[in-house]
């Protein structure tokens, strides 16, 4: 994964905002709210935002990052050329610019796939796909601070400054993802859409009468290392989502998607490097010590770390929804939600004629079954999402390699812990073996985080907050944020 | 609605008719002169329309009109003579409805028509028809209008309910004439203008005799008639004259109407100009946006108050809601009829608020007198067309709307209200006149004066759930009632704003279009008409209902169906299980 942030560029401060156009109205929106959606001239947009911004912040300041800080240095989007959405600076967190851009407009576009596919892209929501639209825009837009207020007390335990402003980064952008869905609703779902833009702040993760909507996104992320899993796998999922949505004939969406996907790598690169430099640093200490149990040393063993993978993988493989959909084939058909890569697959894009198997198990074994390729579309994307999970495994593992060390992390069987699909309801262990209820129980903990593996990793997660220090469990990177050094001090309170 | 019409014709016949070509474009402009199948006489207190098809005036080619069946073009001339009778005629007090053909009084709807038709034209024509016959009922109830049946012949399917519909019938006792519903012996389908609602609802004839009578194709004829309560009375030919007379005097004796020297008002034809997809009247105007499938039908208000009745009179068809009240009926038959695809209609009105409500206030001061309460009358019974109407209709509710009393109940015709919250912000700067924020005014007339088939307002209809509601709707009579408040109240859906306004009704519309209109017919019909039931509201949610779906039956409108089998010799091959 390879992100702006990993290949720095020249200079702290590039581009411009765009001048703003149109009447101006009594609030700065162009200053305060960076876009490229002449917020300025649309009257109706900003009343929309009139209301609902003051909601947000209100949001942050009671579900955001709990630890105080003065400034952080981050990354604020200002424009969507190549140079303005990359703009790092110094920023107390409130006054963070939470932006709307959209990608540049392909004025030529055309629904690539489904009923419409050849018709011009949709500039307006089509009256017929206004609520299956509405549900697919709030179902990603709920994930979004989801993720901010599991992770809002993380801040305090920070094993490094880097760390720390990582987080915050990765929060912040979480919020603009939510900003970004919010101008969809409000810009093109009318009231309805206010609506639901309300709603998204009013549920909460966890909050057992308002939880968020997906399971995944009410688990507590209670440690770093699960951070680093969650911001591997599950944003990984979103990423995913993302570029589903991409393709869609709704323009406007698939352009916000579009912008939001070069900022989800950045959480990519985030998680890929986070669970990359705690192996680094258990592989070192299990070669230094000769053993694997290297929690006295200050280490996460190697079999903790596998454990986290595999909850973590299992639970984000659930966000997929069932392998067989009709769900997934009306979208498509539709035109609402491609493929992962649509426009460079080699078919008809209509799928009608194609089938696909799907894997499922019957008599106790596991076995596969022809569906209609059009309802197979979840497990289509779930394989895309599976294959580049592994890609991050081999990283981890060069770690392992390069240490000498012979022990190797995996990707569990598809159908290990599953709550949803076709492995629901079954037992199957890391390795894809189908085991009966008592088995499953006698060795779930060592497929699972424990109780008490989770209370050790908690123990390790002693704050470090003095620029340049880092905690023992994990390894400092190899270069700073937009070239600065590692020990630069990104946060300041 | 059937008829007996030319078995002999069996032979000729081929089974399956082919479908017309191309439906012609059907207008409902005629006038007693140009009657081709009925005449229309008066004679002091009694008006006498005779009926006596042209066989080869059918208003779509390709079948013969014999043995007195008609078609849509034969109702809309009863239409047609129907209204004139209460505007042009006020001294009528009584209608007498008889044949010009030696035995045979009416042989129903003509069943190669019906065999030839798309189920679209069988659906419309009954529905044309059913209301035609619901307007002599409401002519007794409201105008104090009579009608007597004079059956000079057999009267068969819808012959025979022609005569259900008038107060009494008089049957003449010829040793063969004889009343039926042959449809479902001979014909696999209902008798679907009413016959068996009215023959157990409105005559009460014994439901295990009705059932004999339903299934006996040749009907029931003499005293025995008169002894089930088929008919009112059986008189020998010879004597048929004078106790058809002797009965309409009776009849007129009791009427309120006015009597001579009241002073009629001519209908006058109407003035139509078509533009494309526009069509203007004086006080309504129809846009169709074909892309959309929406037609925008306009009702303007009323630019002045008549000072008196006389000046009303005086003004003769032109007065305003006479002349919007035609034109709105003729919009909404044409649509019905002539534009299909057009599947939802919204309905707005424009004009002076106040103005719109001195127009009641008028109204209401004179509702006693004739040619006031007919009008009335005539605005009550096209809003209901609306109710029965087969499309979505949204009212929009917006700044420059007239929606008072009277007008207002096209609103709540309407399957959704929408109401401009605000006013247009941007009127001054885009050059149009900036108006103040619409308003709803409720008066008498949606508290009572223009009920639903049900006999219920559509206030009692909309808040069924809730005396609470229904109460303060009412009690809000006379207020100008801005978006927030109508909403408070339940009398609107939804308010969106200036901002919110274009894209809110474009959605909905879009929506709309994207449903099944099979489903959308149906769950409107559903919703529309709650609470309880009248002999009018099961003619259209009963007996309708089940004839729609007879009609796409196999066993009624397949090769081998009845209806298609009807004259050809075969007999119909029906799929013997019961659904």
Redo the contacts between chains.
């Keep these: 994964m390879t992100t702006t942030e990993s290949t720095p560029q020249s200079g702290t401060v590039t581009g411009d905002a765009p001048r703003p156009t149109g009447p101006l109205s009594k609030i700065d929106y162009s200053e305060r709210i960076p876009n490229n959606v002449n917020l300025a001239g649309d ?2 947009l900003q ?1 929309a935002l009139e209301s609902w911004q003051p909601k947000f912040l209100d949001w942050w300041k009671n579900l955001g990052p709990s630890i105080p800080t003065h400034d952080v240095y981050l990354r604020t989007a200002i424009a969507v050329g190549r140079d303005g959405w990359a703009h790092f600076d110094r920023v107390p967190m409130e006054e963070y610019r939470w932006g709307i851009f959209l990608a540049e407009r392909d004025p030529d576009r055309t629904v690539a796939f489904g009923h419409h596919k050849g018709e011009p892209a949709w500039q ?8 299956d639209l509405r549900r697919l825009i709030v179902i990603q837009g709920d994930t979004e601070p989801a993720s901010v207020e599991q992770q809002r007390h993380l801040g305090m335990t920070a094993p490094s400054l880097y760390d720390m402003r990582n987080l915050f980064q990765v929060n912040v952008e979480e919020g603009r993802h939510l900003w970004a869905m919010v101008y969809l609703l409000q810009a ?1 779902f ?2 309805d859409g206010r609506e639901e833009a309300e709603e998204l702040l009013k549920r909460n993760s966890g909050d057992y009468d308002s939880p968020r909507i997906l399971g995944a996104f009410n688990e507590e992320t209670t440690d770093w290392l699960s951070f680093f899993m969650f911001t591997y796998f599950t944003d990984r999922d979103g990423k995913y989502q993302l570029g589903t949505l991409k393709e869609s004939g709704f323009d406007p969406l698939a352009r916000t998607c579009e912008f939001m996907l070069k900022e989800e790598a950045h959480h990519m690169f985030v998680g890929t490097t986070g669970v990359q430099r705690t192996v680094q640093r258990t592989a070192q200490l299990m070669k230094e010590h000769g053993t694997d149990d290297i929690w006295e040393y200050g280490g996460i063993p190697l079999s903790v770390i596998q454990k986290y993978l595999n909850f973590q993988y299992s639970v984000s493989m659930d966000l997929f929804g069932s392998e067989v959909s009709s769900n997934a084939a009306s979208y498509y058909t539709a035109g609402l939600k491609g493929r992962w890569m649509e426009t460079r697959r080699k078919d008809d894009h209509l799928l009608t004629d194609y089938t696909m198997e799907v894997p499922g198990i019957e008599s106790g074994r596991m076995t596969t079954r022809t569906v209609p390729m059009l309802n197979a579309l979840n497990l289509d994307l779930r394989n895309e999402y599976s294959a580049d999970c592994e890609n991050g495994v081999k990283r981890w593992n060069q770690e392992l390699e390069e240490a000498g060390l012979e022990q190797r992390l995996f990707l569990p069987h598809q159908g290990f812990n599953r709550k949803v699909g076709a492995f629901a309801g079954h037992h199957v262990t890391p390795t894809g073996e189908i085991v009966d209820e008592a088995t499953w129980e006698r060795s779930v903990g060592e497929y699972l985080p424990t109780a008490e593996d989770r209370a050790r990793v908690a123990e390790l997660m002693v704050p470090h907050h003095e620029p340049g220090e880092f905690a023992g469990w994990i390894s400092p990177p190899s270069v700073g944020i937009n070239s600065l050094p590692v020990e630069y001090d990104y946060v300041r309170f | 609605m059937t008829t007996l019409e030319d078995r002999s014709a069996a032979t000729e016949g081929p089974g399956p008719v082919a479908e017309p070509a191309a439906t012609p474009e059907v207008s409902f402009d005629t006038s007693p002169e140009a009657y081709r199948h009925w005449t229309l006489s008066v004679d002091g207190e009694v008006a006498t329309l005779t009926l006596d098809v042209a066989e080869d005036g059918g208003i779509v080619p390709g079948y013969e009109l014999k043995m007195n069946s008609y078609d849509l073009g034969v109702d809309i001339e009863l239409h047609d003579a129907v209204q004139r009778i209460r505007f042009e005629h006020p001294e009528v007090k009584a209608v007498v409805v008889t044949s010009a053909k030696e035995r045979m009084f009416c042989a129903g709807a003509n069943i190669k028509m019906l065999a030839a038709s798309p189920h679209s034209w069988k659906v419309n024509f009954c529905k044309f028809t059913n209301e035609t016959r619901n307007g002599f009922e409401d002519a007794s109830a409201h105008s104090g209008l009579p009608f007597l049946a004079a059956v000079n012949g057999t009267a068969a399917g819808g012959g025979y309910e022609l005569a259900l519909a008038c107060d009494q019938i008089v049957l003449v006792d010829d040793n063969s004439s004889a009343v039926s519903l042959p449809e479902v012996p001979l014909l696999g389908v209902l008798p679907g203008t009413g016959g068996l609602t009215r023959v157990v609802d409105k005559r009460g004839v014994r439901r295990d005799l009705a059932d004999v009578f339903s299934t006996t194709a040749e009907g029931i004829r003499g005293e025995r008639a008169v002894q089930w309560r088929l008919v009112d009375a059986s008189v020998k030919a010879r004597d048929f004259p004078q106790e058809v007379a002797r009965r309409a005097a009776e009849l007129a004796a009791r009427s309120t109407r006015p009597g001579a020297g009241a002073g009629g008002v001519a209908l006058t034809p109407l003035r139509r100009e078509t533009d494309g997809d526009t069509t203007r009247y004086e006080h309504v105007r129809v846009v169709l946006d074909r892309n959309s499938g929406t037609a925008t039908i306009t009702v303007l208000g009323p630019a002045a108050v008549p000072g008196t009745v006389e000046e009303l009179q005086e003004q003769g068809d032109a007065a305003w809601l006479l002349a919007a009240t035609r034109e709105l009926d003729d919009a909404v038959l044409r649509l019905r009829t002539n534009e299909l695809a057009i599947g939802t209609w919204l309905l707005r009105t424009e004009g002076d608020v106040a103005t719109t409500a001195a127009y009641d206030e008028f109204l209401l001061a004179n509702r006693g007198h004739w040619l006031v309460n007919e009008t009335i009358g005539f605005y009550r019974r096209t809003v209901k067309r609306l109710d029965t109407t087969s499309r979505s209709l949204f009212a929009l509710i917006e700044p420059g709307s007239c929606f008072v009393g009277a007008l207002a109940e096209i609103a709540f015709a309407a399957d959704r209200q929408f109401m401009l919250e605000g006013i247009w ?1 941007d009127a001054a700067e885009e050059g149009r006149e900036a108006l103040p924020p619409a308003v709803i005014r409720l008066d008498e007339f949606n508290t009572g004066l223009l009920p639903m088939s049900n006999d219920l307002t559509r206030l009692q209809v909309r808040f069924l759930g809730s005396a609470a509601e229904l109460a303060a709707a009412e009690a809000a009579v006379g207020r100008d009632l801005l978006a927030a408040d109508a909403a408070e109240l339940g009398l609107v859906t ?1 308010t ?1 704003d200036d ?2 306004w274009e ?2 009704i ?9 449903f099944s209109p099979d489903a959308l017919t149906g769950m409107e019909a559903n919703l529309r008409f709650a609470g309880r039931e009248t002999p009018e509201t099961k003619v259209f949610g009963r007996l309708t209902a089940w004839q729609n779906w007879i009609f796409q039956r196999p066993n009624a409108a397949g090769p081998e169906g009845a209806l298609r089998r009807y004259g050809t010799g075969k007999r119909a091959d029906y799929d013997r299980k019961r659904v």
């Design positions: 009257r109706k009343r307006e929501v089509p009256g017929e796909y206004r609520s093109y009318g009231k | 912000e939804s969106p901002i919110d894209d809110e474009r959605l909905v519309v879009e929506e709309r279009a994207s």
